[in-house]
C-alpha cells in the first residue's frame, strides 16, 4: 500500500524528542544536517546512526542525560566483533539511579485492577518505598551479584523490589504468577535466587487465585532462597504457616537512605528467560548500561515519551515488555500498571481506565486487538481519548486489516507504532517513527543505532522479498551472556552461528524500499499465541508424564491473524483420544506451565517425524500443516509421517 493510512502534522514533528536530538546530534557529534523533508532527513539520521554507532550512542548518553560516572576510555571498543564489543569502558551508572532521578509529587505510578482498586505512588513515595526495601534487602545481605526473583502480579511493589534490587547492584529476575511450580522451578531453579518476593495471590476474570500453595511447592524444591517476602494482595494478612523463611513485606522493611552502587556499564541487571524449545529455559543476563540506554533511544526518539506522558503497557512480569515499561521512569513519566484480565467485567475496561487516566501511550497485542474487534467493541464509540497519541502493539505480527481497525475503531490521529524484538534483547529492531507516516500492514523503521537488515539463506541482504531478520553490526542490549555459560558456547550457538559473526534473531520479515518492516512471524519452533513466546520442551515435558502418551510434537498454526497451539500426540496402542484424555492433558499442562501454554486443538496420530540423528521435526509439520512444502526430507528417518499430518479436518474447524 503506498498511501499512508496516518501522516503526523508538522507540529508534532517539530516538538518531538527526535527533532531536538537531530539538532544535537548534528552540532556536536557530527550527524548530517536535518533535512526539511522528514523522510530523507530520517534516512540520513538512520545511516549515519549505524555507521558512526559510538558517535550515535555517546550523542543519546548525553540527550538522555543518564547519571553515570564517565572516565577517560572509548565508547567502543572492538566494534567489529559480535559477540565481543565492549560499549562505554569505564563508565560505572546505577540503573535504579537514573529510573529515581525525578523525586517531586508527580505521579511515578498509577496501579488499577479488574475490581476497580486504584493506588497511586508520587516520585517522592516511590523513592521512599524502594529505600525501605533496600534497607531490608542489606540486612540480609544482598549485593553485587546477588539474584532477587519476583513470583509477582502487576502490582507497585513490583515495581519497587526491582529498584531495590538494583540499587544494591543485585540482579533481578521475575516471571508471573500464572506459571506452574516447575515452570517456575525451570527458571528460578536455574539461577537460585537469594530472596524471593511473591504476593499472596492475584486476580483474573473474577477468580482470587492463590500464589501461596505454588510457592510452597518451589520452596522445596528451592534451597537457595533464604528468604521469602509476602506482598499482601488478597489478604491484608495473609496466612504464611505454609511457607518457611517468610515474612510479610512490612516487616522485611527497614530505615535507612538510599543509596545506589554504582557498577560497571555492562554488570548484570536482569535475567530474562528464553521459551525452552529445545530443553529449560536459557537464562539471558542483560547488562545495566545497555538496558538504559537502549530503554532510553526507544522511549524517547521513537515513542516520543514526555514527562507530562502516561505510558502504559498491558503486560505481566513475565514478559520483557514489563521491564521496558518500568524504564519509562527514567524519563519522569507516569506509568499505568494494570492486573487482571483485559476483558473483566467487560471488552471496555481498559479503554476506560485509559480515557480516566489520561493514558498517551497504549500498550496492546494483536491478539486483543483482534478480540475486540471480534466482540464488536469500538472504544471510540464509549470513551473520551482526547490524550491518546500512540498505540503501540507488540508479541506478534500486526495484520494489515488490525491497522483499519485502530484506525476506524480507536482513533483517527493516533500514531500505530507496531514494534518487534525480543527477550533475546530487551528491547526492539523495529519501531514507530514521530517523523514518519504509518503505511497499513508496515512497521514504520529499524531503530536508530540497529543495523537491522533481512538476509537470504545465502547471506545476502532482500529488498521486498521475506527473509532472515539480522543485525550486521553490535549494538550495547546484546546479553552479556548467559547464565552458567562461562566460554560463551552457547550464546554463539544461539544467535551467531547461522550467519558468523552477525545476529541472526529467527524471524522472518521482509524490508521494504521505504526502509518500513513486515514481521511474518518466527523461522524457528517456537509458538507465539497470543504474542507470547512458549518453547515446545516446556509442553511435552508436562503431556508426556501422562501414561497414555507416547511422545507429542507441538506446532504454532496461523489462525484468524494470530497462531494458535495445536498438539499432536502418539498414544499407546489401544488407547482413544476421547474428551477425558484431552481434557486431562490440558489440565496438566494448565497447572504446571500458564494457561497460555494450553492447546487450542490435541490431534492424535499414529507417527511423529524424526531426524535421522532422533530429533523430532516441529518446522517440517507445521509446512505441511499450512500446505508449504518441506525442505530436507533426506534427512528423516521416517518422511512418510508427515501424511499423517496433512488436511487433518480438525485444523479447518473452531
Not at 165 to 186: E, H, K, Q, Y
Not at 221 to 241: F, G, I, K, N
Not at 410 to 418: F, M, P, T, Y
Request: charged share 25%.
Amino acid at each position: 500500500m503506498d498511501t499512508p493510512i496516518w501522516s503526523p502534522s508538522p507540529a508534532r514533528i517539530a516538538a518531538s524528542h527526535l527533532t531536538r536530538f537531530a539538532a544535537l546530534a548534528h552540532e556536536r557529534h557530527g550527524a548530517p544536517r536535518p533535512e526539511r523533508d522528514p523522510v530523507r532527513a530520517w534516512e540520513a539520521l538512520w545511516q549515519w546512526s549505524v555507521d558512526e554507532r559510538a558517535a550515535f550512542w555517546e550523542a543519546l548518553a548525553e540527550f538522555s542525560e543518564w547519571r553515570a560516572e564517565r572516565s577517560p576510555g572509548a565508547v567502543l571498543e572492538h566494534g567489529e566483533r559480535m559477540p565481543g564489543a565492549r560499549w562505554f569502558a569505564g563508565t560505572r551508572l546505577n540503573f535504579a539511579e537514573n529510573l529515581l532521578a525525578r523525586r517531586d509529587a508527580h505521579p511515578a505510578l498509577v496501579f488499577v485492577n479488574e475490581a476497580g482498586e486504584r493506588r497511586e505512588l508520587s516520585y517522592l513515595d516511590l523513592h521512599a518505598r524502594v529505600a525501605r526495601v533496600a534497607a531490608g534487602l542489606a540486612a540480609c545481605g544482598v549485593g553485587r551479584g546477588d539474584v532477587v526473583a519476583g513470583f509477582l502480579p502487576n502490582l507497585p511493589e513490583a515495581v519497587i523490589a526491582m529498584l531495590a534490587t538494583a540499587s544494591r547492584g543485585a540482579i533481578w529476575t521475575s516471571c508471573s504468577p500464572d506459571f506452574g511450580i516447575n515452570g517456575v522451578l525451570d527458571r528460578f531453579g536455574q539461577v537460585r535466587p537469594k530472596v524471593l518476593f511473591t504476593a499472596d495471590g492475584y486476580l483474573y476474570a473474577g477468580k482470587r487465585i492463590d500464589s501461596l500453595g505454588p510457592i510452597a511447592g518451589v520452596l522445596a524444591r528451592l534451597e537457595s532462597v533464604e528468604h521469602v517476602v509476602v506482598v499482601p494482595y488478597l489478604s491484608p494478612r495473609p496466612d504464611l504457616a505454609r511457607l518457611p523463611r517468610a515474612q510479610r513485606l512490612a516487616d522485611f522493611e527497614r530505615d535507612g537512605p538510599l543509596e545506589f552502587e554504582r557498577l560497571p556499564f555492562d554488570a548484570p541487571l536482569y535475567i530474562m528467560y528464553s521459551s525452552g524449545t529445545t530443553g529449560v529455559p536459557k537464562c539471558i543476563v542483560h547488562g545495566a548500561g545497555g538496558t538504559l540506554l537502549q530503554h532510553r533511544k526507544e522511549h524517547l526518539l521513537h515513542a516520543d515519551l514526555k514527562p507530562e506522558d502516561r505510558l502504559f503497557y498491558f503486560t505481566t512480569c513475565g514478559w520483557m515488555m514489563w521491564n521496558w515499561l518500568v524504564s519509562g521512569l527514567a524519563g519522569g513519566a507516569t506509568l499505568v500498571l494494570y492486573e487482571g484480565s483485559p476483558f473483566h467485567p467487560g471488552p471496555e475496561v481498559l479503554w476506560a481506565m485509559a480515557a480516566r487516566e489520561g493514558v498517551t501511550h497504549f500498550g496492546t497485542s494483536p491478539k486483543y486487538l483482534g478480540a475486540l474487534e471480534k466482540a464488536g467493541y469500538r472504544p471510540a464509540d464509549h470513551h473520551d481519548l482526547g490524550a491518546l497519541r500512540s498505540v503501540l502493539s507488540t508479541g506478534s505480527p500486526l495484520a494489515a486489516e488490525q491497522f483499519d481497525y485502530v484506525y476506524g475503531a480507536v482513533k483517527a490521529d493516533v500514531q500505530l507504532a507496531s514494534i518487534s524484538g525480543g527477550t533475546d534483547i530487551i528491547s526492539c529492531f523495529c519501531l514507530g517513527n514521530p517523523w514518519l507516516p504509518v503505511y497499513r500492514g508496515e512497521i514504520q523503521c529499524r531503530g536508530l543505532g540497529m543495523a537491522v537488515d533481512v538476509w537470504n539463506d545465502e547471506g545476502r541482504p532482500l529488498r521486498n522479498e521475506r527473509g532472515e531478520l539480522v543485525c550486521t553490526r553490535a549494538f550495547p542490549s546484546m546479553p552479556v551472556g548467559f547464565w552458567n555459560d562461562p566460554d560463551g558456547a552457547r550464546l554463539r550457538a544461539a544467535y551467531f552461528e547461522r550467519f558468523p559473526g552477525v545476529w541472526h534473531h529467527g524471524d522472518y520479515a521482509v524490508l521494504t524500499d521505504r526502509g518500513g518492516l513486515v514481521i511474518l512471524g518466527r523461522s524457528d519452533a517456537v509458538l507465539n499465541p497470543g504474542g507470547v513466546r512458549i518453547g515446545t520442551a516446556e509442553i511435552y515435558r508436562q503431556v508426556e508424564r501422562i501414561d497414555e502418551v507416547l511422545e507429542a510434537l507441538a506446532i504454532g498454526q496461523d489462525w484468524q491473524n494470530d497462531v494458535r497451539v495445536v498438539l499432536f500426540v502418539r498414544l499407546r496402542p489401544g488407547t482413544a483420544l476421547d474428551e477425558a484424555l484431552v481434557r486431562r492433558i490440558k489440565d496438566t499442562i494448565r497447572t504446571n506451565t500458564t494457561p497460555r501454554h494450553v492447546p487450542a486443538k490435541v490431534v492424535a496420530v499414529p507417527d511423529i517425524p524424526r531426524t535421522i540423528s532422533g530429533k523430532i521435526v516441529e518446522l517440517a509439520v507445521r509446512n505441511v500443516v499450512h500446505g508449504l512444502p518441506v525442505r530436507n526430507t533426506d534427512a528423516l528417518a521416517n518422511p512418510e509421517a508427515l501424511e499423517h499430518f496433512r488436511g487433518r479436518p480438525e485444523l479447518a474447524a473452531e
